[in-house]
């Protein structure tokens, strides 16, 4: 999906202060277009094959970041031959990434600082891996979005057998919830589905923001419901012109749904309970929701 032409996520939007982590995370993938060129400037790259090789040893590293082990304890954990430990322990140490205290070899802090970046690498590559349906569908331009807090998450993806995965996942944390908030650019499920909508209405605190053209399809399909849900305060309804892609916040997960712009079908779902995740939707949410108008008009039903 291109980058929407009124895309207001931007620094004029009230984004709520996050936690030092978040923050941390969400400058990291704001910069991360600019990080060669920084590296370039700063002469610091590192030659491909030497990267390929700190990678390689990411089984050794991460054994060693757990604790010290000797040679033999390295043979067991890493299943390897005493000339294949004896030949990774002489690469870490030539690194200088391992030092050798009481005949076991320990990590060095430049050797625990490198495990915890690979570690990290390749976290957040798996998860990128695992979150490719739902990346491929949703604005790639959006600057909140982050990798990192949604490494453990479910990805649930349609399929041509089974086209409504995402949407019965979706569905079924909300009958798990007892409040409910979240925006995506379409229906977050098909109008057709009575059952979801009368929960919405009836049996979920729900806050739904919409394009104006998806509420006027909303209230045209169940007007009567949609006022008198409004009218309690069970239905809290908004509209904003330009949405990045669909956010669900529910009582203990949060997801991130990408839709097909032809069908308007849910394409891939993304969700997680991670408290890192809850803080970052909790404050993509906020952000919008400040930029959107509140319906509060009911029509005259039909």
Excluded at 119 to 142: K, Q, T
């Amino acid at each position: 999906m291109d980058a929407p032409e009124d895309d207001r996520t931007d620094d004029h939007v009230f984004k709520p202060p996050g936690s030092p982590i978040l923050e941390a995370v969400l400058q990291n993938a704001r910069n991360q277009k600019y990080l060669g060129e920084r590296m370039d400037a700063a002469g610091s790259r590192i030659d491909a094959d030497r990267l390929g090789d700190i990678v390689r040893h990411g089984p050794i590293l991460e054994a060693l970041r757990q604790e010290p082990l000797d040679r033999r304890e390295i043979e067991e954990r890493l299943d390897v031959s005493r000339a294949t430990s004896h030949r990774l322990t002489k690469w870490l140490d030539e690194q200088g990434f391992v030092e050798k205290v009481d005949s076991r070899f320990k990590l060095t802090g430049h050797g625990e600082a490198v495990t915890d970046e690979v570690l990290r690498f390749e976290a957040n590559v798996s998860a990128v891996y695992r979150m490719g349906p739902l990346l491929d569908v949703i604005c790639p331009h959006h600057a909140e979005l982050a990798i990192e807090p949604m490494v453990d998450a479910t990805v649930t993806v349609a399929g041509p057998e089974d086209p409504y995965r995402p949407v019965e996942r979706f569905i079924s944390l909300v009958d798990e919830s007892e409040t409910f908030r979240g925006f995506s650019t379409t229906h977050m499920a098909p109008l057709s589905i009575g059952e979801f909508y009368q929960r919405i209405f009836d049996a979920t605190e729900s806050e739904v923001i919409y394009p104006p053209n998806i509420v006027e399809k909303l209230l045209d399909r169940y007007p009567a419901q949609a006022n008198e849900a409004i009218g309690r305060g069970q239905f809290t309804l908004r509209t904003r012109e330009k949405l990045p892609y669909g956010l669900a916040i529910f009582d203990e997960r949060v997801g991130i749904g990408g839709y097909d712009d032809e069908s308007g079908l849910m394409q891939a779902f993304v969700d997680t309970d991670s408290p890192l995740a809850r803080e970052w939707a909790e404050r993509v949410f906020a952000s919008i929701e400040a930029d959107s108008t509140l319906f509060d008009s009911p029509r005259e039903q039909r």
